[in-house]
């Protein structure tokens, strides 16, 4: 069988909260990063706090709602960014949420690797029937991942952002198991 | 659309801990209940104890766990208790169990009417694949009302309780989403 967690140039892992807190009180202090993943204000929150959150998730243990990976690179094992899982359990879907906290690593194929592999667990161990996302239209690096992982553009919220005095759209976008399932006979898997 | 939560000669109620734990204690002193839906020797709880355990387990909403109660369309009467647990949401299955704690309405139809609601709660609510239960071989009249909403038989403990002096099996039922739209169609 497939190694799941284990994509071309990252591999999923579930890091201890102290590594956790650490790095993402980090990559909080980038207000671009910030921008990509989250449409609230940037806010910073201490190490201590994060750290007490994380501890809470470990606390509250296995939830079939929910999964969370830590990713890290392949060649240098460098711990990298984050990925989430949301499913609607009733309607066999879920959201997916990511980012890459190393802005080294931006532009490079790391996102798309990451969401590669998240869509092979979503699909192939939880079974699920689709995979949503959403993301801000001043995103296109993104939206270019998606559409190359096999994700169609599904709507858009019009000019529901503001940043810097600009309006921008929430463009929201699918896929679905059929549609998964038929790209991985294209690549002869 | 229809009415899920109803059918010919029940409907399914709120899990009301307060009248429920009223309700189990009474049920309960009939042994013969009790060993028909319980192979643990556990002894009898007060409506206190009850009232606590389910605050603590039925009270949490979610998407894994349903608990009703059972009353009759005619006389709006509680009669019962059903839960529904998923046991894997990739295999999206879950077991379901049931029990009539009103003697006068055993043998009648009312176990299978409730059967044939859940049957559909769980395939066009919950959108499951698969239901499974487990029924004791010393309960033929379940038996036979599980056949007729059409589960089927699927395997068995041998020998694993230990009743009277005798050991009887546990069986194993369950019905498919497939199996039971062909049936509903």
């Keep these: 069988m497939k190694d799941l967690f284990r994509g071309e140039l990252v591999r999923f892992t579930m890091e201890e909260p102290e590594t956790r807190s650490k790095a993402e009180a980090r990559w909080q202090r980038d207000s671009e990063l910030h921008r990509l993943a989250d449409s609230g204000p940037a806010q910073l929150n201490s190490e201590k706090t994060i750290k007490e959150w994380f501890e809470k998730q470990t606390e509250e243990g296995f939830k079939p709602e929910r999964y969370g990976f830590s990713v890290r690179t392949l060649a240098e094992d460098k711990y990298i960014g984050f990925l989430g899982i949301w499913v609607d359990l009733i309607h066999s879907e879920a959201w997916v949420g990511l980012g890459i906290g190393e802005r080294d690593f931006w532009s490079k194929g790391y996102g798309t690797d990451m969401m590669k592999l998240c869509m092979q667990y979503v699909f192939r161990e939880l079974g699920l029937q689709r995979l949503s996302l959403g993301l801000h239209e001043y995103n296109p690096r993104a939206l270019r991942s998606y559409e190359k992982c096999g994700f169609r553009l599904e709507g858009r919220t019009r000019q529901d952002l503001l940043r810097e005095g600009r309006r921008y759209d929430s463009l929201w976008m699918g896929i679905l198991r059929e549609e998964w399932l038929e790209m991985q006979k294209g690549d002869g898997k | ?185």
């Design chain 2, 1 to 185: 659309m229809k009415d899920v939560l109803k059918g010919k000669l029940v409907r399914l109620s709120a899990f009301d801990p307060e009248e429920m734990s009223k309700a189990f204690p009474r049920w309960y002193q009939k042994s013969e209940y009790f060993r028909l839906l319980n192979s643990s020797g556990q002894p009898m709880q007060s409506a206190k104890a009850a009232l606590k355990w389910m605050e603590e387990e039925a009270g949490e909403a979610s998407p894994a766990n349903y608990y009703f109660s059972i009353r009759t369309l005619s006389e709006d009467k509680l009669i019962g208790e059903l839960g529904l647990d998923v046991v894997t949401w990739p295999g999206r299955d879950a077991f379901v169990g049931l029990g009539i704690g009103e003697p006068d309405y055993w043998g009648k139809g009312y176990g299978t009417d409730i059967m044939n609601v859940l049957l559909r709660f769980a395939f066009t609510e919950v959108n499951l694949r698969r239901v499974t239960l487990s029924v004791f071989e010393y309960n033929p009249r379940a038996i036979r009302s599980y056949e007729k909403v059409g589960f089927r038989h699927e395997g068995r403990t041998r020998k694993v309780l230990n009743k009277e002096g005798r050991r009887w099996d546990i069986l194993y039922m369950g019905i498919l989403r497939e199996e039971w739209l062909e049936l509903n169609d």
